[in-house]
């Protein structure tokens, strides 16, 4: 079965440092997202990308933030400046289209990112 | 702002009782989410509903959907231990969204 895959699992970072997180979406989905969830807490969403731009974000998707697609099968975000808040298992996440027809948004395994 | 409540936030439960898990989200939405989650893993998509009176089942797995009481139920017959996890509702705004808004979760454990 397809799925989204992610990587690092894990990243262990120093504050102040960048990070990037990786992500390969299904191959023929066309909408891709980052949620985070902190340790214990609801998951949140972030931002949401189509058509090689951002669709909609939250408050938390703050200008330390940015996704790309470099190419036709990654889709990055980039943290600039992580903070001790930014510790949090990051979801990428991608779904096929906005129909309403069951449209299932497939989630990847996460990645954990420790910011110390 | 869309809201979603989900109750109880945990669930001790016997193997081979019932119980259901309640979702309720503050406005009208296009599509309402379940999702498994165990430890330290990824969000398993387990029903996707969209309609009124919209009813799914899975094994021992029932999601339901009453948008004008704006509700959703999940309901657990007969648990077992292979159910323990936690449990997420999602919903989906209106007007094009995509943004999926969670509540904070049902974590259930089932006893033998």
């Known amino acids: 079965e397809p799925e989204v895959t992610q990587t690092p699992s894990h990243q262990v970072t120093q504050m102040g440092q960048e990070v990037i997180l990786r992500c390969v979406p299904i191959s023929n989905h066309l909408y891709f997202y980052w949620y985070r969830q902190i340790l214990g807490q609801k998951v949140e969403f972030l931002v949401s990308?189509?058509?090689?731009?951002?669709?909609?974000k939250s408050e938390i998707f703050d200008d330390q933030f940015s996704v790309e697609r470099p190419d036709g099968s990654n889709f990055t975000l980039k943290i600039r400046s992580t903070k001790l808040e930014d510790s949090a298992m990051y979801f990428c996440?991608?779904?096929?289209?906005?129909?309403?027809?069951?449209?299932?948004?497939?989630f990847g395994e996460g990645s954990w990112l420790t910011v110390v | 702002e869309l809201k979603v409540e989900q109750n109880p936030l945990f669930l001790s439960m016997q193997e081979g009782k019932n119980y259901t898990i309640y979702c309720n989200y503050s406005?009208?939405?296009?599509?309402l989410y379940w999702y498994r989650q165990d430890p330290g893993k990824s969000l398993e998509s387990l029903f996707v509903?969209?309609?009124?009176?919209a009813v799914k089942q899975e094994g021992r797995l029932m999601a339901s959907l009453d948008t004008k009481a704006r509700l959703s139920t999940l309901h657990i017959t007969a648990a077992v231990h292979d159910l323990s996890a936690t449990y997420f509702c999602a919903v989906v705004t209106q007007g094009g969204s995509e943004k999926l808004v969670f509540g904070k979760g049902t974590k259930l454990t089932v006893n033998p």
């Open positions: 990308f189509y058509n090689n731009e951002i669709s909609e």
């Open positions: 406005t009208t939405s296009d599509r």
């Open positions: 509903l969209l309609s009124n009176g």
């Open positions: 996440a991608s779904s096929h289209g906005t129909d309403l027809s069951g449209n299932t948004i497939y």
